[in-house]
Nanobody, 127 residues
């Protein structure tokens, strides 16, 4: 049974940092491209950052470029999202997802491309 479990969310002040983790079980992570998505209240879920199977290709939504960094540690079956300089508009539930598509050298960051989803972790940026 495939499981993706997010952790690392919480309450942080504007300008602060958090590191989200996505731990996978029931699959060998290096066979999958992974994405981080978020959904704010009253808004549609959007792609935040995605990483290819090789780790050599990454995508970021414009609003987080220069502030967020995605990385993967296949030996630990875990993907991370380092979030720095957080803003109130980053407040959302963050989800990780895995795709069975063979995205070794490139990676889409569209919801419909992803097959397995975690339950999400809440990130709240507020003073």
């Amino acid at each position: 049974q495939v499981q993706l479990v997010e952790s690392g969310g919480g309450l942080v002040q504007p300008g602060g940092s958090l590191r989200l983790s996505c731990a996978a079980s029931g699959l060998t992570l290096d066979y999958y491209a992974i994405g981080w998505f978020r959904q704010a209240p009253g808004k549609e879920r959007e792609g935040v950052s995605c990483i290819s199977r090789s780790g050599g290709s990454t995508n970021y939504v414009d609003s987080v470029k220069g502030r967020f960094t995605i990385s993967r540690d296949d030996a630990k079956n875990t993907v991370y999202l380092q979030m720095n300089s957080l803003k109130p508009e980053d407040t959302a539930v963050y989800y990780c997802a895995a795709t069975v598509g063979n995205y070794f050298y490139n990676v889409p960051c569209k919801l419909e491309e992803y097959d397995y989803w975690g339950q999400g972790t809440q990130v709240t940026v507020s003073s």
